[in-house]
Nanobody, 122 residues
Framework: QVHLVESGGGSVEAGGSLRLSCAGP????MAWYHQAPGQVREGIAA????????TYHASVNGRFTISLSPERNTLFLQMNSLKPEDSGMYYC???????????????????WGQGTQVIVAS
């Protein structure tokens, strides 16, 4: 069983920045998901930790950056130019094999953290 723990959430004004962290063992595929209030959970950033390739949802591309710590035991999500619509819960997820699912498709991920909340005030 893989145990993932997110941290770094909080309240920030629009235009501000936050960095989320996800502590836990490295898997081949790791990702961040966002769930806005009353909305479905959606993949926003994914990282292939061996190849180093990244995938971003269009809504965060150019504003958010997913990365892995040098020790390879913490996944980060640097969030810049935050907007009120970025508010919600953020979850990290991991998997060693996605099957036919794309890197942002939650169907491919086996392990999930409990989430950390972000509030962006307008």
């Amino acid at each position: 069983q893989v145990h993932l723990v997110e941290s770094g959430g909080g309240s920030v004004e629009a235009g501000g920045s936050l960095r989320l962290s996800c502590a836990g063992p490295r898997s081949t595929f790791m990702a961040w998901y966002h769930q806005a209030p009353g909305q479905v959970r959606e993949g926003i950033a994914a990282l292939h930790t061996v190849e180093g390739t990244t995938t971003y949802h269009a809504s965060v591309n150019g504003r958010f950056t997913i990365s892995l710590s040098p020790e390879r035991n913490t996944l980060f999500l640097q969030m810049n130019s935050l907007k009120p619509e970025d508010s919600g819960m953020y979850y990290c997820a991991s998997s060693d094999y996605l099957g036919t699912a794309g890197p942002l498709n939650q169907r491919g991920y086996d392990y999930w953290g409990q989430g950390t909340q972000v509030i962006v005030a307008s």
